[in-house]
């Protein structure tokens, strides 16, 4: 077992609004950058033996600032320049792992700080008993509603079974590699998450718990929160 890691940070942030900190993963919360604050977690996971992090080309030197603010990684830092959309930065990312012809590979989206060592563990656990793709998700609590074009409601839609997906998606990193591959030589760039490019090459994705408090920092008010939470001393 030897384990990559990818962190996508290439993103533009629109949703987030524009700020003169650049884009969300580099916004401040507690103080440093958020994508600082997810280096942390996977710098202190031991079995992190490569750690790729896809940036776009307009944002070196917010990355450096970044990673000077986080926990030093030496020479297990990679940084790679992303593409058009998530799917082409983590293939990006891959490709750079693939010289390390590591076992496993961890992807993880740089807006979600919050990131708990249990869902590594149960990550882990579910490699050990031979899951090749492993999904934390949380059970969705809320009532669905799917809307119309008019903005009313046109139907309720049973949450049961549903689970809304997190980060980091693990899985088996040959299969995935190629998986990946395969999508991109399809036409595919569109898939939002790695699970849904398993499921498309026929791989079972493997659900494991996910955090409530691991939350995808997306709209402005999500980088509020996560700053308050940091700054009141919160877990
Ligand atoms: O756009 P979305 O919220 O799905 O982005 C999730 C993650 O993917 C973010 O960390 C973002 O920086 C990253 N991303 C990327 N390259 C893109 C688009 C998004 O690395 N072209």
């Known amino acids: 077992f030897s384990c990559g890691v990818v962190i996508v940070a290439a993103g533009r942030g629109e949703r987030a609004g524009s700020h003169a900190e650049g884009p969300k993963q580099y916004r401040r919360i507690g103080g440093r950058p958020v994508i600082s604050h997810t280096l942390d977690l996977f710098v202190n996971w031991p079995h992190a033996r490569r750690i790729v992090v896809v940036i776009h080309p307009d944002d070196e030197a917010l990355f450096e600032t970044a990673r000077a603010a986080a926990l030093p990684a030496g020479d297990r830092l990679t940084v790679v320049h992303g593409g058009p959309t998530r799917q082409q930065s983590v293939l990006a990312g891959l490709d750079v792992l693939a010289a390390d012809a590591v076992s496993h590979v961890l992807i993880q989206d740089a807006v979600r700080p919050f990131v708990e060592p249990a869902i590594l563990e149960r990550t882990l656990t579910a490699f050990q008993h031979g ?11 809320d009532t669905l509603k799917r809307a119309d074009a008019n903005g009313n409601v046109a139907e309720t839609v049973s949450r049961s079974g549903l689970f809304a997906a997190q980060t980091p998606q693990s899985f088996h990193f040959p299969t995935i590699l190629e998986a990946h591959r395969r999508a991109a030589a399809s036409g595919r760039t569109d898939f939002t998450d790695d699970a849904s490019i398993a499921e498309w090459a026929g791989v079972r994705v493997h659900l494991v718990e996910g955090g409530a ?15 308050q939470r940091l700054s009141h001393g919160l877990p």
Not at 131 to 141: E, G, K, S
Not at 213 to 227: E, F, P, R, S, Y
Request: aromatic fraction near 0%; hydrophobic fraction near 60%; glycine fraction near 4%.
């Open 131 to 141: 899951a090749r793709a492993v999904l934390p998700a949380i059970a969705v609590a």
């Open 213 to 227: 408090g691991n939350v995808k920092l997306t709209l402005q008010k999500d980088i509020a929160m996560a700053d």
